[in-house]
């Protein structure tokens, strides 16, 4: 099946940093991909829908000044947590669909701690 | 997308089937049911989809009812890796659509050695 990388696996930093998280297609295009966060025993929740070339799409309730989603190529999409606080501690996973077909898949997530 | 209902946890033995059930009684036609599962701090893993025919591949057989309503995951020998929480997604198909997947709660299925 298709794959799809995400970097870093996990992270940790200072609160008030600025962290960034890459989603590689690596053997096909996407054209969308979908970025989800998801907090301890908790199920996935969409956070936006990343459109190559164009602006995301915020889920209602996501800062998108504070979530900043670049998707600058067929391959690639970033999502970078600024001024991080405590709070945003969360694991957060990319997927995204090879076009024209029906299965998302996903990346193996990034576990972000914030002290 | 129609609404899924999940069992919260289930226990198999290993090398057993195990038998994960899923109610979508608001299915309309067009609509696939998906599972996939997600092992513990790792990203969801796609297992299997269908319509209205029953589906088997090398991970497991999906049997959906006939009226659609309900569905049940069957894993035919599970292992100790099986153990995760499976979700059965109820999802519009259409040729081309970007759109998302929307997750429940989910079962988490231990298999007990």
């Known amino acids: 099946g298709a794959v799809v990388s995400q970097h870093p696996s996990w992270v940790i930093c200072k609160s008030g940093t600025s962290v960034k998280i890459e989603c590689r297609s690596l053997?096909?295009?996407?054209?969308?991909m979908f970025w989800y966060r998801q907090f301890p025993k908790q199920s996935l929740m969409l956070m936006a829908t990343s459109n190559e070339g164009s602006k995301a799409t915020y889920e209602q309730g996501v800062e998108k000044d504070k979530f900043l989603i670049n998707h600058a190529s067929l391959t690639l999409s970033t999502l970078t947590v600024t001024s991080a606080h405590p709070e945003d501690s969360s694991f957060y996973i990319c997927?995204?669909?090879?076009?024209?077909?029906?299965?998302?898949?996903f990346g193996s997530g990034t576990q972000l701690s914030v002290l | 997308d129609a609404k899924t209902t999940q069992p919260p946890s289930m226990d198999c033995a290993e090398g057993r089937a195990a038998n994960l059930p899923c109610n979508h009684s608001t299915i309309s036609g067009n609509e696939y049911v998906y599972w996939y599962r997600q092992i513990h701090s790792q990203g969801p893993q796609y297992i299997i989809h269908?319509?209205?025919n029953n589906e088997t591949n090398e991970m497991a057989s999906l049997i959906i009812t006939e009226d659609r309503k309900s569905s049940t995951l069957i894993l035919p020998h599970a292992t100790l890796r099986d153990t995760a929480v499976y979700y059965c997604?109820?999802?519009?198909?259409?040729?081309?659509?970007?759109?998302?997947?929307?997750f429940g709660s989910g079962t988490q299925l231990t298999v007990l050695p």
């Open positions: 053997d096909f295009q996407a054209t969308t």
């Open positions: 997927s995204a669909r090879v076009s024209g077909g029906e299965k998302l898949f």
């Open positions: 269908g319509l209205k």
């Open positions: 997604i109820v999802r519009l198909q259409r040729s081309g659509s970007a759109r998302q997947l929307t």
